[in-house]
């Protein structure tokens, strides 16, 4: 995919907050670290509410994993009504109306059921299915939020990937917070 997105104007983003060493999780799963208030940045941009809720809205989907969604609620579900999906082999009791089950190719769920249907879809964990859409060229797009944390020890941000792939660097904001956002664009493929 490119840096425009899919032949279908839809975009997928991988979006993953991680700690300056490389974590998305310690080691039991717990993410409260990124929760936690980083230092102030006097030069840092910061974020209304309204900007927030705007940039939100522009999200058509979000897919994630299993251990993703059950963490979506219990922090009581941030994804709102967006149309979610679940990929997951487990049998799942219906929670939300707004929220879907997947198992099978994720090249199919992607190209033909929901480019066709969403322009910006957002992929938001877990590390495995994360790795798994990298190494099916199916993400064009990485955001990606460093923490300012070092934890030492935990769930790495890709894990081993089978090969090596330069991806562009489009845009970089640093927050107030103490959080650096990087987003990169897929290499042409």
């Not at 219906?94 to 997947?102: I, K, L, Q």
């Not at 099916?136 to 939020?145: K, Q, S, T, W």
């Not at 790495?156 to 991806?167: A, I």
């Amino acid at each position: 995919m490119s840096d425009e997105g899919s032949v279908t104007g839809s975009r997928v983003t991988l979006h993953v907050v991680s700690s300056l060493d490389g974590f998305i999780a310690k080691k039991d799963n717990s993410v409260s670290w990124m929760d936690m208030p980083g230092s102030v940045y006097e030069s840092g941009a910061s974020v209304t509410e309204e900007e927030a809720a705007a940039f939100v809205k522009a999200i058509d989907c979000y897919v994630l994993g299993a251990r993703t969604y059950e963490h979506a609620l219990e922090l009581g579900w941030p994804y709102g009504d967006t149309p979610t999906v679940v990929v997951s082999s487990r049998e799942w009791p219906s929670a939300r109306g707004s929220v879907e089950f997947y198992a099978g190719d994720l090249e199919a769920l992607i190209k033909t059921k929901l480019a066709p249907r969403f322009r910006n879809i957002w992929l938001v964990g877990g590390a495995m299915l994360c790795q798994r859409f990298l190494e099916f060229g199916l993400v064009d797009e990485i955001r990606l939020m460093v923490a300012p944390v070092l934890l030492g020890d935990g769930l790495r941000l890709f894990g081993s990937l089978p090969t090596e792939e330069q991806w562009h660097l489009k845009n970089v904001v640093a927050y107030r917070n103490g959080f650096v956002e990087l987003t990169y664009a897929a290499p042409a493929r």
